[in-house]
């Protein structure tokens, strides 16, 4: 159990810093397209493209963190009316409709990125698919942290604060 948890916390560590690196670039990049666009007054056409891209991947990895936290949004009225094993069961139905819902969208997001991979970024000159790519990666990542946190039982994770930039 010592190595699951110790894979499950370094997965999970590293999803969190790529999420921060990508939302400080993205914030970067913007920052610059503004510098450009209204002091150099000669916009660059890569920063929005990137800036998008970026802030798609770090909202998908952020799913798969809030996840794994616990701090997706709930009804709580009728948890706190159940105790013991019903509020278990409540707990793992929840928990197995989101699951498959990440499955299905992981499912449809990579049918999309499938489809779309002959298809570049005129500013990026990288393919599109790679910006598609973040919903399955974030949904199966979902599930992943879907399941550790089932695993985990209903207390709640434990926030690492060693990760926050």
Do not use: K
């Not at 929840?94 to 489809?115: E, K, P, V």
């Amino acid at each position: 159990m010592h190595i699951v948890r110790f894979l499950d916390r370094g997965l999970f560590r590293l999803v969190s810093i790529l999420a921060q690196l990508l939302i400080v670039s993205s914030v970067a990049a913007a920052f610059y397209q503004v510098l450009a666009r209204f002091v150099l007054q000669s916009p660059a056409d890569w920063s929005e493209a990137w800036s998008r891209a970026s802030l798609i991947w770090a909202v998908l990895l952020g799913v798969a963190l809030a996840f794994r936290q616990g701090a997706m949004l709930s009804v709580e009225m009728l948890r706190s009316r159940l105790r013991g094993a019903s509020q278990r069961v409540l707990e793992f139905f929840i928990m197995a409709t989101c699951a498959l819902f990440m499955g299905f969208l992981a499912w449809i997001g990579g049918s999309m990125a499938w489809r779309v991979r002959f298809q570049t970024m005129p500013s990026l000159e990288v393919s599109i698919s790679w910006v598609y790519l973040a919903i399955p990666v974030g949904a199966t990542l979902a599930i992943v942290a879907i399941l550790a946190r089932w695993l985990e039982g209903s207390g709640e994770a434990p926030l690492d604060e060693s990760n926050a930039l």
